[in-house]
């Protein structure tokens, strides 16, 4: 697949948000705050986001749950009105994301101490996090408003370029790192990364034949601008704010080394 002018236009104007996305994690590693307690509570996070935390579909139901009654909807329709790709494609995220879940809960659970209480989807149910569903409503408004063109945004954003599980894998460089937990880092992030490129690409493949007008992909580019500094924000919370606010404004601004976008890996002749 070759990509267009537009389409690297818009992944060029994503790559320094990317970036900045990853600049959280990489500053939390070898952050001062960064304690037994703080590495549970983004993990506790991350579980909620895998399990409760939607991308599409209606926040009341999360993501488990959402996902189980689209498949139902379909069911009856296969092969009818949706193509049965189509359903095997949900059917795969509702696995993905699980599987996303018990990754991030098999590393919490291997932090704790005797008589800590294990992940369970029921304890992150009422996080309450702020961030995260200032990030849900926006991809929320995005899909109400601009219908397909909102949907692909929230899928393009999905994940924010991995730069989580990309940044996490790299402490397998030294997995006896903070008394082991680098090493049970890298191993959950490394489960999750080929899955969530994956996911990204969703928004990618088929862009440029959709026909899209120049002001499609100006509104592309800025809604997906717009839900990746969200991301930030978001990312930022996650894990107790190693980045300062004015830190954050200088990404926002652009102040920040591009993420080199791999169009081999995406498939994307450059
Ligand atoms: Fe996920
Ligand atoms: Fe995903």
Redesign the pocket.
């Known amino acids: 697949m070759t990509v267009s002018d537009d389409l690297r236009r818009v992944i060029e104007a994503n790559a320094r948000l990317w970036a900045g996305e990853a600049e959280v994690f990489r500053t939390y590693w070898t952050w001062s705050g960064r304690t037994r307690e703080t590495d549970r509570q983004w993990l506790a996070y991350q579980c909620y986001k895998e399990v409760w935390s939607v991308v599409s579909g209606d926040p009341a139901d999360g993501l488990f749950m959402g996902t189980l009654r689209q498949l139902e909807r379909m069911f009856p329709k296969i092969d009818a009105d949706i193509d049965r790709h189509e359903v095997l494609d949900v059917a795969e995220g509702l696995w993905?994301?699980f599987a996303h879940y018990c990754a991030f809960a098999d590393a919490y659970d291997a932090m704790g101490r005797p008589g800590e209480p294990k992940m369970n989807p029921r304890m992150v149910k009422g996080t309450g996090w702020k961030a995260d569903e200032e990030l849900g409503a926006l991809r929320h408004s995005h899909r109400k408003q601009y219908g397909a063109l909102g949907e692909r945004a929230c899928k393009f954003t999905?994940?924010g370029y991995c730069t989580l599980f990309s940044e996490g894998m790299k402490l397998a460089a030294n997995p006896a790192g903070h008394d082991g937990r680098d090493g049970i880092i890298a191993e959950a992030c490394a489960k999750v990364y080929d899955?969530?490129f994956g996911?990204m690409l969703k928004g990618i493949v088929g862009l440029d034949r959709e026909g899209l007008t120049r002001e499609d992909w100006a509104l592309f580019e800025r809604i997906t601008q717009e839900q990746l500094r969200s991301r930030i924000l978001m990312r930022n919370d996650q894990f107790g704010k190693p980045l300062s606010e004015r830190r954050i404004r200088e990404i926002f601004a652009g102040e920040v080394t591009p993420i080199a976008f791999d169009y081999a890996q995406a498939r994307l002749a450059a």
Do not use: K, R, V
């Open positions: 993905a994301e999905e994940g899955d969530e996911h």
